[in-house]
């Protein structure tokens, strides 16, 4: 079998003759009723349960924006999150629609071997699946060991097709053979895991002997499978897993999360278990937002994959208290993204998939609500029972607990953690206080290094074309400056500013001042999102007819344009009776004021957040006794005073901040 692959992409002139066609207020119309509020339109968000309309849609920036749930983007944005399908898909569902021809370009060589191999692989692991699932629904000892198997574990045939269940034969090479035979190069069949190759040219089927569970990607695609043997045998693994390839890397995916992100952004909430039964299970009891993190321990790839769809997770365990404290340390990176933990501890006997068998999704909703409780609480009744009135370990958990609420980003959830721990532990909050500073100044440095060496946080093009509301990249100590001015330089970047002659024929323009600003102490941004997006700036803002919106909105990033969205919206317009009672200042109006401030603002910042580093060493040098150190490093704090005082002026007392 011939696997020929087409060697184009769609090129950036018809991405911009759909763009340009695709009017924002057509598109949605389609699904949402609007009604015109001012220069905008407005309905009810499609993306979650409203009553009061907070969905807008404004046809002059071509974007949507709901004020609710936070969803936003152009066109395409919102047809990837309505149909739940990638940014190439879109593209081409929207085309389809206004009659545009598509136009690709040819990949280059090296663009092409990458995607050769790639998609080889794809297309055996599409023809292992279908092999698998045939055999268990046609073949004799599929019928009789698989799909009795899958029987007698409650699941109804829909269910065992929706998840494209199957079965191996408990022959060497059976399936091998078979692939070999319909075409499939062996290279593959061994790159993807699926046939093992020892000497001799010896063949052999990873899987033989075992159900089969496909692994799919966020798109749907076949990226590995897991295997379950069904008979007793000690010397042999109860599953098997596809090893890690070009197309399959473990720590990045999560089992069911194809058939369950719209569920979980419809829900805003997502159910975390352990393996591929809980899952099924609980799709057949009615809750499909399930995913499950496969036996392994909890990564930061899986965690960012949840946060792309929503920021609430409940984790469910069932009674196994060795289970439950090896996975529970899993459970502080999903604090350390801002994500809401609560747990659920099943009956003792129970796992997710005994106990979605023996309830329907109202009855398991109910007992979710009634016995889930966050994360810290958990922890901290779990730690208190195993340490019992044993002052070395209680002065243990104390700081067991403390590394957890240290690593939550949100300072008033923060504090939140802190009184209530302060009850059940029967510890002053000023102690508690003390202990997370001492860990949050001691891994400051580490923090700031670590993100210096790290490159910026991109998605790969396929989980990029699948970006949809909740992407996000590490945080910044500064996000929220860094959005000002880039908000900015987007919607009034190629104004002019001021004239740098008397005669006016040398205009500078808000850009420009902001770049040479930036330019002049070498400051950049600590977002890699936003520092990528400065770059781009940098680079085209020169350009004849650039215009920074619409090359932001429509970039081929997707995190770039769904960022632009959200920059460029308002979420509030002034009636016309408002704007006759009083004249209201605009942004545009008022830039002559607002740039300069914004910038010195980010620049007083930075200084501030260095003098905090330096007031650090100079106590690390003291307690050193390192004398010659100690006065280097006043000479620098005492440089940054002086910068403090000056931006100070600047900007007015105000906002001068004590440290």
Same mark, same amino acid.
């Given at each position: 079998m011939s696997l020929q692959i087409t060697k184009k992409m769609i090129d950036q002139p018809t991405i911009d003759r759909i763009t340009e066609t695709a009017q924002i207020q057509d598109v949605v119309g389609d699904y949402v009723t609007l009604r015109k509020r001012g220069v905008n339109l407005l309905g009810l968000c499609p993306f979650h349960n409203e009553k009061t309309p907070s969905f807008t849609v404004s046809p002059a920036k071509g &974007?949507?924006?709901?004020?609710?749930?936070?969803?936003?983007?152009?066109?395409? #944005?919102?047809?990837?999150?309505?149909?739940?399908i990638s940014y190439y898909e879109a593209l081409k569902y929207l085309a389809k629609k206004y009659n545009i021809e598509v136009q690709e370009r040819e990949l280059s060589d090296e663009e092409m071997a990458v995607r050769n191999d790639r998609e080889s692989m794809f297309l055996v692991n599409n023809f292992a699946q279908k092999h698998f699932s045939h055999t268990l629904h046609n073949h004799i000892d599929g019928k009789s060991i698989g799909l009795s198997y899958f029987r007698e574990r409650g699941f109804r045939d829909d269910i065992i097709?929706?998840?494209?269940?199957?079965?191996?034969?408990?022959?060497?090479?059976?399936?091998?053979?078979?692939?070999?035979?319909?075409?499939?190069?062996?290279?593959?069949?061994?790159?993807?895991?699926?046939?093992?190759?020892?000497?001799?040219?010896?063949?052999?089927?990873?899987?033989?002997?075992?159900?089969?569970?496909?692994?799919?990607?966020?798109?749907?695609?076949?990226?590995?499978?897991?295997?379950?043997?069904?008979?007793?045998?000690?010397?042999?693994?109860?599953?098997?897993?596809?090893?890690?390839?070009?197309?399959?890397?473990?720590?990045?995916?999560?089992?069911?999360?194809?058939?369950?992100?719209?569920a979980v952004v419809k829900q805003d909430r997502c159910f975390l278990v352990e393996g591929y039964t809980d899952v099924i299970s609980m799709h057949q009891s009615g809750i499909e937002n399930v995913v499950a993190s496969s036996g392994t321990s909890l990564t930061p790839g899986q965690i960012r994959l949840i946060h792309r769809f929503t920021e609430n997770v409940t984790v469910i365990y069932d009674g196994d208290a060795a289970g439950i404290k090896a996975s529970i340390r899993g459970i502080d990176l999903l604090l350390e993204?801002?994500?809401?933990?609560?747990?659920?501890?099943?009956?003792?006997?129970?796992?997710?998939?005994?106990?979605?068998?023996? #309830?329907?999704?109202?009855?398991?909703?109910?007992?979710?609500?009634?016995?889930?409780?966050?994360?810290?609480?958990?922890k901290t009744n779990l730690l208190m029972a195993e340490a019992g009135n044993d002052p070395v370990k209680r002065a243990g958990l104390v700081l067991d607990i403390v590394?957890?609420?240290?690593?939550?980003?949100?300072?008033?959830?923060?504090?939140?953690?802190?009184?209530?721990?302060?009850?059940?532990?029967?510890?002053?909050?000023?102690?508690?206080?003390?202990?997370? @500073?001492?860990?949050? @100044?001691?891994?400051?440095?580490?923090?700031?290094?670590?993100?210096?060496?790290?490159?910026?946080?991109? *998605?790969?093009?396929?989980?990029?074309?699948?970006?949809?509301?909740?992407?996000?990249?590490?945080?910044?100590?500064?996000?929220?400056?860094?959005?000002?001015? *880039?908000?900015?330089? &987007?919607?009034?970047?190629?104004?002019?500013?001021?004239?740098?002659?008397?005669?006016?024929?040398?205009?500078?323009?808000?850009?420009?001042?902001? *770049?040479?600003?930036?330019?002049?102490?070498? *400051?950049?941004?600590?977002?890699?999102? #936003?520092?990528?997006?400065?770059?781009?700036?940098?680079m085209h803002h020169k350009q004849e007819n650039f215009i920074a919106e619409?090359?932001?909105?429509? #970039?081929?990033?997707?995190?770039?344009?769904?960022?632009?969205?959200?920059?460029?919206?308002?979420?509030?317009?002034?009636?016309?009776?408002?704007?006759?009672?009083?004249?209201?200042?605009?942004?545009?109006?008022?830039l002559i004021e607002l740039v300069p401030r914004v910038v010195f603002e980010f620049k007083n910042s930075l200084i501030l957040d260095m003098i905090k580093k330096k007031l650090l060493e100079l106590k690390a040098a003291n307690d050193a006794k390192d004398n010659e150190l100690y006065d280097r490093l006043m000479q620098d704090w005492d440089q940054l005073e002086q910068s403090k005082k000056q931006l100070s002026k600047t900007l007015g007392e105000r906002i001068i901040i004590k440290l």
């Open positions: &974007i949507f924006k709901c004020f609710g749930c936070g969803k936003g983007g152009n066109s395409v #944005h919102f047809i990837m999150e309505h149909e739940q097709q929706k998840f494209q269940l199957g079965y191996s034969l408990d022959q060497r090479d059976a399936f091998t053979q078979a692939a070999i035979k319909a075409g499939y190069n062996k290279d593959y069949l061994i790159k993807t895991g699926l046939t093992l190759e020892g000497d001799n040219n010896y063949l052999a089927d990873r899987f033989r002997g075992r159900v089969m569970f496909p692994v799919h990607s966020l798109s749907g695609k076949v990226v590995a499978f897991g295997g379950r043997i069904l008979k007793k045998d000690d010397k042999m693994a109860k599953y098997v897993n596809s090893p890690e390839s070009d197309i399959y890397h473990k720590s990045n995916e999560l089992y069911g999360i194809y058939f369950a992100k719209q993204e801002g994500l809401n933990i609560k747990v659920l501890l099943l009956p003792d006997g129970d796992d997710p998939d005994s106990f979605a068998r023996k #309830h329907n999704a109202s009855d398991f909703i109910e007992y979710v609500q009634q016995n889930s409780s966050d994360f810290i609480r958990f590394r957890s609420i240290a690593i939550i980003p949100n300072t008033a959830i923060r504090g939140e953690y802190v009184k209530e721990c302060s009850t059940l532990l029967n510890v002053e909050e000023q102690m508690l206080y003390y202990e997370i @500073n001492k860990l949050k @100044n001691n891994d400051q440095e580490k923090a700031v290094i670590r993100r210096q060496n790290e490159p910026p946080v991109m *998605l790969p093009l396929e989980e990029m074309d699948d970006n949809r509301s909740k992407v996000t990249a590490s945080q910044s100590k500064f996000e929220e400056q860094e959005r000002t001015i *880039l908000q900015i330089l &987007i919607k009034h970047g190629e104004v002019v500013f001021f004239y740098a002659d008397e005669a006016k024929e040398q205009p500078v323009t808000v850009g420009d001042y902001i *770049l040479e600003e930036l330019e002049k102490d070498h *400051l950049v941004f600590d977002h890699p999102v #936003h520092a990528l997006m400065l770059e781009e700036y940098k619409r090359f932001f909105l429509y #970039h081929t990033n997707g995190q770039i344009s769904m960022l632009t969205a959200d920059l460029i919206s308002e979420k509030y317009t002034l009636s016309r009776i408002h704007s006759k009672i009083k004249k209201i200042e605009t942004d545009a109006e008022r």
